[in-house]
């Protein structure tokens, strides 16, 4: 399922913000699982990474323009954070319906990928 958050965060932007974001934003989901992979703290392990401020104030400081897309992401992943997922993306200003479409899209990808 991780692989559909991923490509969620990678289809969002492109039906909300300038096509040129979409690939910082889609890295922001991608590095927000590198700790998973290291097996360190993810402060540590972004060390080794170079960074754009947006990213780093997304994955470090929970903080910046892409924040918000990686925590409505990270809501979607967690069946009891879903009530919630209204109120954050009215806070962040994404159209719900916006967000449902991109995850839908997301599903379809991940599901054809099987």
């Known amino acids: 399922m991780h692989r559909a958050i991923q490509r969620f965060l990678e289809s969002l932007p492109l039906r909300i913000v300038q096509h040129e974001l979409a ?3 889609y890295v922001t989901g991608l590095l927000s699982r590198l700790d998973e992979l290291t097996q360190e703290p993810l402060a540590v392990a972004l060390k080794r990474v170079p960074l754009s401020e947006p990213v780093a104030e ?7 323009p892409y924040y918000a897309y990686l925590d ?10 879903v009530h919630r997922l209204p109120a954050a993306c009215e806070a962040a200003g994404f159209p719900l319906e916006a967000v449902n ?11 054809n990928a099987l």
């Open 58 to 64: 997304a994955l470090l400081r929970q903080t910046g």
């Open 101 to 111: 479409r991109a995850l839908l899209h997301a599903l379809a990808h991940w599901r």
């Open 72 to 81: 409505i992401a990270r809501r979607l992943e967690v069946f009891d954070e």
């Open 23 to 25: 690939t910082e934003i």
